[in-house]
T-cell receptor, first 115, second 112 residues
């Protein structure tokens, strides 16, 4: 499968624990995005990488959240001291640099439940 | 970001055509119109995009109004697998990075 993959698909954790999610984009895509989606809402932008550089972070991304993309390949999203409000689907998408017409390819998401 | 407006939900009978509308009255001349859909428990998937002319692909057709202030996604024969949330979004061709802003989309129910 050459699509975007995410791991794990589901994560249940207790409040206060740290969690880390991984995204493997399509190999030739240099742009990578993280989104968060809660029930009944569309995906909300969290952060964006071009190669290994994190170029934008949403105000939704509090200081408990950190994302990395070492070497411009896979990316990780870490949430420290999780809260119940962090429960959501975390989506990763990648795209090649084709402005305006660039198609975002999404992974299946990681569903986080914080108890 | 230029905004789009879609109905919250629509219904269609199986094997009938479906027309999903989207209003984008503040669209700029360099904005592309993209459609994505999200099946239950999956990430969004690309459906189609266009700039000015109508577009067809194996999944759907996109009809763009002459003034570009609205567009319609057309599924020619709805199947049960088309039941999903459909998002209409705008992407600028102006250059540089662009954040993608999704609204709440249109939830399509297909009735057998």
């Amino acid at each position: 499968d050459t699509g975007v993959s995410q791991d794990p698909r589901h994560k249940i954790t207790k409040r206060g624990q740290n969690v880390t999610f991984r995204c493997d984009p399509i190999s030739e895509h240099n742009r990578l995005y993280w989104y968060r989606q809660t029930l009944g809402q569309g995906p909300e932008f969290l952060t964006y990488f071009q190669n290994e550089a994190q170029l934008e972070k949403s105000r939704l991304l509090s200081d408990r959240f950190s994302a990395e993309r070492p070497k411009g390949s896979f990316s990780t999203l870490e949430i420290q001291r999780t809260e119940q409000g962090d429960s959501a689907m975390y989506l990763c998408a990648s795209t090649a640099s084709r402005v305006g017409a660039d198609t975002q390819y999404f992974g299946p998401g990681t569903r986080l439940t914080v108890l | 970001d230029a905004k789009t407006t879609q109905p919250n939900s629509m219904e269609s009978n199986e094997e009938e055509p479906v027309h999903l509308p989207c209003n984008h009255s503040t669209i700029s001349g360099t904005d592309y119109i993209h459609w994505y859909r999200q099946l239950p428990s999956q990430g969004p998937e690309y459906v189609i995009h266009g700039l000015t002319s109508n577009v067809n692909n194996r999944m759907a057709s996109l009809a763009i109004a002459e003034d570009r202030k609205s567009s319609t996604l057309i599924l020619h024969r709805a199947t049960l697998r088309d039941a999903a949330v459909y998002y209409c979004i705008l992407r600028s061709a102006a250059g540089g990075y662009q954040k993608v802003t999704f609204g709440t989309g249109t939830k399509l129910q297909v009735i057998p």
